[in-house]
């Protein structure tokens, strides 16, 4: 069956340093790929997403993701992580098979030090 | 553009009473909405599909006749939980799909927090 794995439960960076959030996902052919981001109590806000062409994608506040297919992986980065990034972050997907449903990832909570 | 209200924000309720969660397009036509269940600290768990005139199809386990969604028009879905219990308690999310966009790309309401007592 198609699934979403987000490894990191938690990820601690310090303000200023690089961030890399894992995605990966279990289907046959290229999906649709999202990143989305949750503050506490909050609905969620489109970071960026893949649909075709070039594999590497910019999205809003800073952020990217590059798609891997030979990894099935659509990692997001960002260069250097503000205060204001610590939130829950969902890595979601959307197959096929599953009409227009998404199947989303369990979340990574980034939590950022000063 | 791509805005979808949710009303109320947050909401609680007595055991045994039914609350209506109303979910909105501000600024687009929305032909399937979704409605996501989030436990503290959970991803979000789709509870059904609607679309605008028909019925809704609700995921497994989802008890369609305590979750009602009615989707009467192009930019409004509502789910009312029936009957609540402190067991539904919980925040929930509704997400909307744009006519004229991606078929997958979905626009996400700011959530309900729902508290039975």
């Known amino acids: 069956a198609q699934s979403v794995t987000q490894p990191d439960i938690h990820i601690t960076v310090s303000e200023g340093a690089s961030l890399e959030l894992r995605c990966n996902y279990s289907?046959?052919?290229?999906?649709?790929l999202f990143w989305y981001v949750q503050s506490p109590g909050q609905g969620l806000q489109l970071l960026l997403k893949?649909?075709?062409?070039?594999?590497l994608v910019q999205g809003i506040k800073g952020f990217e993701a590059e798609f891997k297919r030979s990894q099935s992986s659509f990692n997001l980065r960002k260069p250097s992580v503000h205060w204001s990034d610590a939130a829950e972050y969902f890595c979601?997907?959307?197959?096929?098979?599953?009409?227009?449903?998404?199947?989303f990832g369990a979340g990574t909570i980034l939590r950022v030090k000063s | 553009g791509a805005v979808v209200s949710q009303h109320p924000s947050w909401v609680i309720c007595k055991s045994g009473t039914s609350v209506k969660i109303e979910c909105r397009s501000l600024?687009?036509?929305?032909?399937?909405m979704f409605w996501y269940r989030q436990f503290p600290k959970q991803s979000l768990m789709l509870m059904a599909t609607?679309?605008?005139?028909?019925?809704?199809?609700?995921e497994q386990g989802v008890e369609k006749d305590k979750f009602l969604i009615n989707h009467a028009s192009l930019t409004l879905s509502t789910l009312t939980v029936t009957s609540a219990h402190p067991e539904d308690s919980s925040f929930y999310i509704c997400?909307?799909?744009?006519?004229?966009?991606?078929?997958?790309?979905?626009?996400f309401g700011p959530g309900t927090r729902l508290t039975v007592t």
């Open positions: 979601a997907v959307g197959f096929m098979e599953y009409g227009n449903k998404l199947v």
């Open positions: 997400s909307a799909r744009a006519l004229d966009r991606n078929s997958y790309e979905q626009y």
């Open positions: 609607s679309n605008e005139g028909s019925k809704a199809t609700y």
């Open positions: 893949y649909f075709s062409g070039d594999t």
């Open positions: 600024d687009f036509q929305a032909t399937t």
């Open positions: 289907y046959g052919a290229t999906p649709y």
